[in-house]
């Protein structure tokens, strides 16, 4: 496998891995559709066909040739154009680009993307909507991945994130059971509000989240740009241009208008983060900026297009435990699982040698024990011992992790998730000094939120009100009022309820 330049139709560069078989490497990957006299159709072993419009037949009336191997050929393929949406996030647009560092941090950490201020760093994004299928409309009210992979010279260095600064869920074990009641009914399979605030209202710990995902600002983006949409818009762009955010983003590309995005962090010592008022690994809470300051670090600027979406984009795959020297992965308990269940579900989406798909391909050379499996189309590491050889060892970078950050002192415990007043002070902050301070933004809030909670059963709406009674006194009531006036003026306020659990029946012979 090498690294290769590829160029674009409109002279762009960026670098990207390629398989160098002669199968890929002879490809014209050209984005304009100009068929050039060389460009004979030829099965995918390479036999020229003279009519792939045309199936071979006995007669005119006669049935269908088993012979005709380009006719079964073309349908098996067809057969199985689809591999697994992403569980999450199935719906999403990217596009290449490169990182820029604009400020040293070398104090902070070996990285090599920040090894000096302009070194630059190919790279690509993929934006996306979390709850929806592959046909989601981009306008959905629905936090936005921000997936971002970085081809460093020590290897691929991946940011997966959202675009809001917190999280429904703080135990990771609730992931699966959230997602559930985001997706649809198991009955229906329609998208349900009593599923979804049966849920959110059971686990108090999501109301920051809520408050941001209904609020105008973080709710519904105007495509993958920092401006908001009201949801009448939203709801005008789901009809009438699903893909809004998507050609938005390509369109921008392809006239030259290129988008970029700035890179800050916040920074805190260890003593810092022991005295800090929250755990600083609850994602249901932000690090304020007044307390802990964004420190600018680089900006990326997207500016190719894929050549092809599938090859480049759907197969991405993007995981917070790709990392490289200088960045190791916290205690944070979701970030500690997600470490495991990203490459779990790129080896179940796209197979178990997913990295060698030329977008997952590090752009430094790897040697390693692992080998062979299915699509391996590498050359397998070659003649190279696949274990570690006295004869042929293997040089190995000394990187030793820092043990003084690895001391744990603790009893197991099952109780994250206990709820108390800490829990909606920011949420709290958000209604009063955030939506408080633009005017009509609360309005806009509690009509969004009228608009969905109505949707679902009388008593999962109370438990609702209640919650958000504890953000702040007059947010309850404001919510109550307004929802069972929407719910009253809707005929079909209430979703079909799921049936009664019944245990399963199992007949054994
Ligand atoms: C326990 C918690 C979580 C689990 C188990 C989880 C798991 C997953 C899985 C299985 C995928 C599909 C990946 C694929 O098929 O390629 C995914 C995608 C994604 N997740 Fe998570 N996730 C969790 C929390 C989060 C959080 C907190 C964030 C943001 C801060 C996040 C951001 C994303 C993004 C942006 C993608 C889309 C990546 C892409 O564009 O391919 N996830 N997640």
Not at 69 to 88: C, G, K, T
Not at 367 to 387: A, E, H, K, L
Not at 464 to 472: L, P
Request: charged fraction near 25%; include cysteine; proline fraction near 8%.
């Amino acid at each position: 496998m090498t690294f290769s330049k590829v160029s674009s139709s409109r002279g762009f560069r960026v670098c990207f891995p390629k398989v160098t078989t002669p199968y890929i490497s002879k490809r014209n990957i050209s984005r304009s559709p100009r068929i050039m006299s060389q460009n004979v159709y030829r099965t995918n072993t390479g036999c020229p066909i003279f009519n792939p419009m045309a199936s071979a037949r006995v007669g005119k009336s006669g049935p269908i040739l088993l012979q005709d191997f380009h006719l079964i050929d073309v349908f098996q393929h067809f057969d199985r154009e689809r591999i697994p949406e992403r569980v999450v996030h199935a719906k999403g647009s990217g596009a290449h680009g490169v990182f820029e560092c604009t400020k040293d941090i070398t104090k902070y950490t070996k990285h090599a993307m920040f090894s000096e201020v302009g070194k630059k760093t190919p790279m690509l994004a993929r934006f996306s909507t979390v709850g929806g299928e592959r046909g989601t409309p981009d306008s959905a009210r629905d936090p936005r991945g921000f997936a971002l992979k970085f081809y460093t010279e020590d290897g691929i260095f991946d940011m997966v994130g959202n675009n809001t600064p917190t999280f429904f869920i703080r135990d990771p074990a609730k992931f699966p059971l959230f997602i559930h009641t985001q997706k649809r009914n198991p009955q229906t399979d329609m998208k349900d509000a009593t599923m979804f605030w049966d849920y959110l209202s059971q686990n108090e710990e999501s109301i920051h989240q809520v408050m941001i995902l209904f609020s105008d600002l973080g709710g519904t983006p105007y495509g993958y740009r920092t401006k908001g949409l009201t949801d009448e818009e939203a709801k005008a762009l789901d009809g009438s241009n699903p893909d809004h955010a998507r050609k938005d983003l390509f369109d921008s590309i392809e006239r030259g208008d290129y988008p970029s995005w700035t890179l800050y962090v916040q920074t805190m010592t260890p003593e810092e983060a022991e005295k800090f008022r929250y755990n600083i690994f609850d994602l249901t809470k932000v690090w304020p900026h007044k307390d802990v300051p964004m420190q600018e670090v680089g900006r990326f600027t997207l500016n190719q297009n894929p050549q092809n979406f599938f090859a480049e984009i759907e197969q991405a795959a993007f995981s917070p435990s790709h990392m490289v020297p200088g960045i190791e992965i916290s205690a944070d308990p979701v970030l500690q699982v997600r470490t495991f269940s990203y490459p779990d579900t790129h080896r179940h989406r796209l197979g178990a040698n997913f990295e060698q798909i030329p977008v997952n391909s590090p752009k430094c050379p790897v040697f390693n024990y692992s080998r062979d499996g299915p699509m391996n189309v590498t050359d397998n590491q070659g003649s190279m011992p696949n274990y570690p050889s006295s004869l042929q060892p293997l040089a190995k970078e000394y990187h030793e992790p820092n043990e003084k950050h690895e001391k744990w002192v603790g009893e197991v415990t099952y109780h994250m998730d206990e709820i108390t007043d800490i829990d909606f002070e920011q949420p709290r902050a958000f209604w009063l000094n955030v939506l408080g301070k633009k005017p009509g933004q609360q309005d806009n809030f509690v009509k969004n939120v009228a608009g969905h909670l109505s949707g679902a059963l009388p008593e999962i709406r109370e438990r609702q009100y209640k919650v958000f009674g504890r953000v702040h006194h007059n947010l309850g009531e404001r919510i109550r009022e307004a929802t069972e006036k929407v719910a009253k003026e809707t005929a079909e306020n209430v979703s079909p309820p799921m049936n009664k659990a019944e245990p399963h029946m199992f007949q054994s012979n």
